[in-house]
């Protein structure tokens, strides 16, 4: 569940990102969670490649990848650095304050949820999935069964979960049609309330009380 009301934060876009010293004019892709889970790897990886191959055809755009743990970081930016990406078109801060979190998502217009196609990513709902959509982002994520539970083809862009070039395509057609990506904004916000913490306590009490 969430709580819509912690990430519809007064701030405008511009007013978040010149907190945050984000560029104003360029399109901001963000990854928003924990870099790693039970050891494994989330998709970053998958995230960078995809991103090296659309900063090369779309240079007004940055990835931001906000969250830890830190000492993944180094591997990263390596990573990036062997992918030919140009040092500044990165943005990896590490652990932030989840109060933080809201101004990180207004700021972004793009938010990735990549997981990759093991058996944990299958069957693991994520939290960013509720936040994202409380956030009213423009979501792109990978094609797995446990995220089409919340997410569908009206609130988000889905890509082949194990495909880099997938993934940069799907980014540059949100990047290239703001009228879908408004689309997709105002479709997730609509559909977080369905996902708050009294929409869900209530399903549960009206099927106990059904019985």
Not at 42 to 48: M, S
Request: glycine share 8%; charged share 25%; aromatic share 8%.
């Amino acid at each position: 569940g969430v709580d819509p009301a912690f990430f519809r934060i007064p701030e405008t876009i511009e007013e978040a990102r010149e907190k945050l010293g984000m560029p104003k004019k360029k399109m901001v892709i963000g990854f928003v969670g924990r870099l790693d889970t039970v050891g494994e790897e989330k998709g970053v990886g998958l995230l960078l490649s995809a991103f090296g191959a659309l900063s090369r055809t779309k240079g007004d755009c940055i990835l931001y990848v906000i969250g830890g743990p830190d000492h993944l970081i180094c591997t990263y930016e390596a990573q990036a650095e062997g992918l030919g990406i140009p040092q500044g078109k990165i943005v990896f801060t590490g652990q932030v304050p989840y109060r933080t979190v809201p101004l990180y998502l207004k700021a972004i217009d793009v938010a990735v949820i990549p997981p990759p196609g093991p058996v944990h990513a299958r069957t693991t709902s994520p939290m960013k999935v509720f936040e994202f959509l409380a956030a009213g982002k423009a979501i792109v994520a990978s094609d797995l069964p446990a995220l089409r539970v919340h997410l569908n083809e009206r609130n988000a862009v889905f890509f082949d979960a194990e495909s880099a070039e997938d993934l940069a395509r799907k980014i540059q057609f949100i990047a290239e049609h703001p009228e879908e990506k408004n689309r997709l904004s105002a479709q997730a916000a609509s559909d977080a309330e369905g996902v708050t913490w009294n929409s869900r306590t209530k399903k549960i009490i009206d099927f106990i009380e059904s019985e």
